[in-house]
């Protein structure tokens, strides 16, 4: 298991960025595929981003794609979601997770957790 710890959430204007960041502890971070996960308020929480630990390899839901760049700093146990042009529609806690899964968009694949960061984007 690792240990997720968001940050970087925060208010911005539509149009502007921001880049959340999720800092692991624990043991064999570069095992595990990672993603980004948000929920609304008073919705389910959504698939937004994914990478994998062997290659890289990216996934990102339609409503973010070419908007939003997942990465990783496998040196840094750390991994990033640049959020660029964003829209009101973004509003929402985003939550880091792990998973021992290839790359997954599912929520029952991903084992560990964030406590999640808020994203506030106003008009």
């Known amino acids: 298991q690792v240990q997720l710890v968001e940050s970087g959430g925060g208010l911005v204007q539509a149009g502007g960025s921001l880049r959340l960041s999720c800092a692991a502890s624990?043991?064999?971070?570069?095992?595990?595929?990672m993603g980004w996960f948000r929920q609304a308020a008073g919705q389910e929480r959504e698939f937004v981003a994914a990478?994998?630990?062997?290659?890289?390899?990216?996934n990102y839901a339609d409503s973010v794609k070419s908007r939003f760049t997942i990465s990783r700093d496998n040196a840094k146990s750390t991994v990033y979601l640049q959020m660029n042009s964003l829209q009101t529609d973004d509003t929402a806690v985003y939550y880091c997770?792990?998973?021992?899964?290839?790359?997954?968009?599912?929520?029952?694949?991903?084992?560990?957790w964030g406590q999640g960061t808020q994203v506030t984007v106003s008009s």
């Open positions: 990478i994998s630990w062997r290659s890289g390899t990216t």
């Open positions: 997770a792990a998973s021992r899964a290839a790359i997954s968009q599912s929520r029952i694949s991903y084992t560990s």
């Open positions: 624990g043991r064999a971070f570069i095992t595990y595929s």
